[in-house]
């Protein structure tokens, strides 16, 4: 019932009275909703608990989808599919409770979309990932007969007896804080019969045979011609785009990765000052640690580690350690860093917060981990810094 007690003390009135009125739950006792607001909690969470366990059930399922749409990542997704001339009316609301619960009450299809649009960021550029490129500027066709084969395809490839598409025009923000314009593909197949406990009527634990849904998802951009696809496993994801390129783009599948991103970590082996903007309300950044690789002696190599607790830079560490007078940049080349970027406190929390991110050369970085401001704040400044170093839109990982 955490979850239930969270979403009513952070749900404006006006929209629990809309909500629970509109669903014809029976609240006894009665709750007043005429009370000033913070008198109306109690009495809503005594009737909550009163409920019969279907209504209950009912109740959380709701709220569970709800607030899950009610942080970054959930709120991101429903700006996403929303129509800049209706953002100022989300604007508007309270919270990021009301305007998902509105989306939910008042445009079910767009708050399913954004949905499918937070499973596809949250898992963008993640171990379920893989970027293609196609041509630039295609339409995709959405008609019975583009569907139906693009269906087929994915029916023959996976053994599914049954799969549903869903595709709708959404944005996503770049690091640059622009919007680029996406068409989004959510698949749903059926897959292997499985099953699992439950209990019957009589309180007697029985298993259930049932057939899972697999979700996968295919994005495609007109201006870039990138293709990118979230699923299971390497296999599904080539198939993926081959059927969705062939039936949905109409063109020939030829299978062209996005180029790998590059990091370069040269720049760390002299004193850096890493310049910021004031605006992102960072106050300083810190290389906690270099790996580094002898140029003469590949296979082997030396770790600096800072301790965040003492004085001085890790570059002043290795002057003290290489007392021959050897600098960084004499004979090493640096496969690894960990960089503490000191972010100013929330204005709402004292604690200071930090990002803390780990690049390996020439081709890694934890980022696809973080939060999306946290993903914003890094790309941005790894770019400006001169760590990553390839084109913004050579994405994959």
Same mark, same amino acid.
């Given at each position: 019932?955490?979850?239930?007690?969270?979403?009513?003390?952070?749900?404006?009135?006006?929209?629990?009275?809309?909500?629970? %009125?509109?669903?014809?739950?029976?609240?006894?006792?009665?709750?007043? !909703?005429?009370?000033? %607001?913070?008198?109306?909690?109690?009495?809503?969470?005594?009737?909550?608990?009163?409920?019969?366990?279907?209504?209950?059930?009912?109740? *959380?399922? *709701?709220?569970?989808?709800?607030? =899950? &749409?009610?942080?970054?990542?959930?709120?991101?997704?429903? +700006?996403?599919?929303?129509?800049?001339?209706?953002?100022? !009316?989300?604007?508007?609301?309270?919270?990021? +409770?009301?305007?998902?619960?509105?989306?939910?009450?008042?445009?079910?299809?767009?708050?399913?979309?954004?949905? %499918?649009?937070?499973?596809?960021?949250?898992?963008?550029? $993640?171990?379920? !990932?893989?970027?293609?490129?196609?041509?630039?500027?295609?339409?995709?066709?959405?008609?019975?007969?583009?569907?139906?084969?693009?269906?087929?395809?994915?029916?023959?490839?996976?053994?599914? =007896?049954? =799969?549903?598409?869903?595709?709708?025009?959404?944005?996503?923000?770049?690091?640059?804080?622009?919007?680029?314009?996406?068409?989004?593909?959510?698949?749903?197949?059926?897959?292997?019969?499985?099953?699992?406990?439950?209990?019957?009527?009589?309180?007697?634990?029985?298993?259930?045979?049932?057939?899972?849904?697999?979700?996968?998802?295919?994005?495609?951009?007109?201006?870039? $011609?990138?293709?990118?696809?979230?699923?299971?496993?390497?296999?599904?994801?080539?198939?993926?785009?081959?059927?969705?390129?062939?039936?949905?783009? $109409?063109?020939?599948?030829?299978?062209?990765?996005?180029?790998?991103?590059?990091?370069?970590?040269?720049?760390?082996?002299?004193?850096?000052?890493?310049?910021?903007?004031?605006?992102?309300?960072? %106050?300083?950044?810190?290389?906690?640690?270099?790996?580094?690789?002898?140029?003469?002696?590949?296979?082997?190599? *030396?770790?600096?580690?800072?301790?965040?607790?003492?004085?001085?830079?890790?570059?002043? &560490?290795?002057?003290? #350690?290489?007392?021959?007078?050897?600098?960084?940049?004499?004979?090493?080349?640096?496969?690894?860093?960990?960089?503490?970027?000191? #972010?100013?406190?929330?204005?709402?929390?004292?604690?200071?917060?930090?990002?803390?991110?780990?690049?390996? !050369?020439?081709?890694?970085?934890?980022?696809?981990?973080?939060?999306?401001?946290?993903?914003?704040?890094?790309?941005? +400044?790894?770019?400006?810094? $001169?760590?990553? *170093?390839?084109?913004?839109?050579?994405?994959?990982?």
């Amino acid at each position: 019932m955490a979850a239930v007690a969270t979403f009513i003390r952070h749900t404006p009135k006006a929209a629990l009275q809309s909500y629970f %009125e509109r669903e014809a739950f029976q609240l006894d006792p009665p709750v007043n !909703w005429a009370a000033p %607001e913070p008198e109306i909690i109690k009495p809503l969470l005594r009737a909550v608990d009163q409920m019969s366990d279907l209504e209950r059930d009912r109740l *959380v399922t *709701v709220i569970d989808r709800v607030a =899950a &749409m009610a942080n970054e990542l959930g709120e991101a997704a429903i +700006y996403s599919v929303t129509d800049a001339k209706d953002r100022p !009316w989300l604007d508007a609301m309270a919270n990021a +409770y009301e305007r998902s619960l509105w989306m939910f009450l008042n445009a079910q299809d767009r708050f399913r979309h954004a949905e %499918e649009v937070r499973y596809s960021d949250r898992h963008w550029r $993640g171990r379920m !990932w893989a970027g293609y490129v196609t041509e630039v500027g295609c339409v995709v066709m959405r008609d019975d007969a583009a569907r139906n084969a693009f269906v087929a395809a994915i029916k023959e490839f996976s053994g599914a =007896a049954h =799969a549903d598409v869903d595709i709708f025009r959404r944005v996503r923000t770049t690091y640059d804080g622009d919007e680029c314009n996406l068409v989004q593909v959510t698949i749903y197949r059926e897959g292997r019969p499985d099953d699992l406990l439950r209990f019957d009527g009589t309180g007697r634990l029985v298993r259930q045979a049932y057939r899972p849904v697999f979700e996968a998802v295919v994005t495609y951009e007109p201006a870039t $011609g990138a293709i990118e696809v979230i699923a299971n496993d390497k296999l599904t994801r080539r198939e993926i785009v081959k059927a969705a390129i062939t039936h949905l783009l $109409g063109i020939t599948f030829e299978e062209r990765h996005l180029p790998l991103r590059q990091y370069d970590l040269s720049m760390l082996l002299t004193p850096y000052g890493f310049p910021t903007d004031e605006a992102d309300g960072i %106050e300083g950044v810190d290389v906690r640690e270099l790996r580094l690789m002898p140029i003469d002696a590949s296979g082997r190599r *030396v770790t600096l580690e800072t301790n965040p607790s003492k004085d001085g830079t890790i570059w002043a &560490m290795a002057d003290e #350690l290489f007392a021959d007078g050897t600098s960084l940049r004499d004979g090493f080349v640096i496969t690894r860093a960990k960089l503490t970027v000191r #972010l100013a406190p929330h204005p709402d929390r004292s604690r200071r917060r930090a990002l803390t991110m780990n690049i390996t !050369w020439p081709h890694g970085c934890d980022l696809k981990d973080r939060t999306a401001t946290e993903q914003m704040i890094g790309d941005k +400044y790894l770019r400006r810094w $001169g760590i990553l *170093v390839d084109d913004p839109y050579l994405i994959q990982d």
